[in-house]
């Protein structure tokens, strides 16, 4: 049953093709993905496409990628996953926090509507902003430039690092990025933000004005603010944001609390 959402908004300038999709391993993911969009448009359940696929289709990179990012609001993960189970495929919900998957054989495809560590909800607003393109024969909405690096901004694993994608996508699309709406995405993890466009200015010297002089001020000025300020007492582990497992020895043999913090775990009682 389609969900009450309102629809999918699709921007006036029309569908356009990509600048580049990514490459599937061998012609049965092809069709795999071709058949998956199609029935994802026929179900009328709002979705959008991102990651490698809307990182493709922005900057003209082709890797190759085993899968398709499908976001959508979180009332609407379960419709997709019941959806796609009506027609015989193998559903399965990684993690109910976040993270669905819906197979066929070993072939499958993500459907995510938020992120592993609860700061990034997919909603309207990402509808609303929402641009569609063309992939193969269907026309599909694809996450806005401005969702998709902060959708890529936490993932820093071990073995899967998005930062390039960000870079890329601040360098092929900085006119279309949203930045004071990025901001306030990050507002309570600004420095990430700062990370990630230092990472920019060091990678691009020559490209620096593509990130806004205002938004550099901005953020490091909250540095020098922050500078003059005494340390902070609960002592928390906030690299368990990017990753639960690499950052497991902090909370587990070095004091840190977890992410949400611990009120009795102070910088005062150390011992």
């Not at 999918?8 to 795999?32: I, V």
């Not at 990050?186 to 691009?204: G, T």
């Not at 007492?233 to 990753?243: D, F, V």
């Amino acid at each position: 049953m389609p969900s009450a959402s309102p629809p999918q908004q699709k921007s006036p300038r029309g569908a356009r093709p990509p600048l580049a999709l990514p490459r599937l391993a061998d012609e049965e993911a092809e069709a795999f993905v071709a058949t998956a969009i199609a029935e994802l448009v026929r179900s009328k359940i709002p979705f959008l496409v991102a990651g490698t696929f809307a990182v493709s289709a922005y900057t003209g990179i082709s890797r190759l990628t085993k899968d398709l990012d499908v976001f959508c609001k979180a009332g609407d993960y379960t419709r997709i996953l019941n959806h796609f189970k009506s027609l015989g495929y193998t559903v399965e919900i990684e993690d109910d926090r976040w993270l669905g998957k819906v197979y066929k054989g070993k072939l499958f495809f993500d459907v995510i509507f938020s992120s592993p560590n609860g700061t990034m909800q997919v909603n309207d607003v990402w509808f609303e902003h929402a641009l569609p393109i063309k992939i193969n024969a269907a026309t599909v909405p694809i996450v806005a430039p401005t969702e998709l690096v902060w959708s890529k901004s936490f993932i820093q694993l071990r073995d899967r690092y998005d930062g390039a994608d960000v870079a890329h996508m601040i360098l092929k699309t900085h006119d279309q990025i949203d930045w004071r709406r990025l901001l306030e995405y990050m507002e309570a993890h600004w420095e990430v933000l700062l990370i990630h466009l230092l990472n920019f200015r060091w990678i691009y010297p020559s490209e620096r004005d593509r990130v806004p002089s205002w938004l550099m001020d901005e953020l490091l000025g909250r540095v020098a603010a922050q500078r003059d300020l005494p340390l902070p007492q609960t002592k928390i582990c906030r690299g368990r944001m990017y990753s639960r497992r690499d950052y497991e020895i902090d909370v587990t043999e070095w004091g840190f609390a977890d992410v949400g913090g611990d009120v009795e775990m102070r910088t005062g009682n150390k011992e």
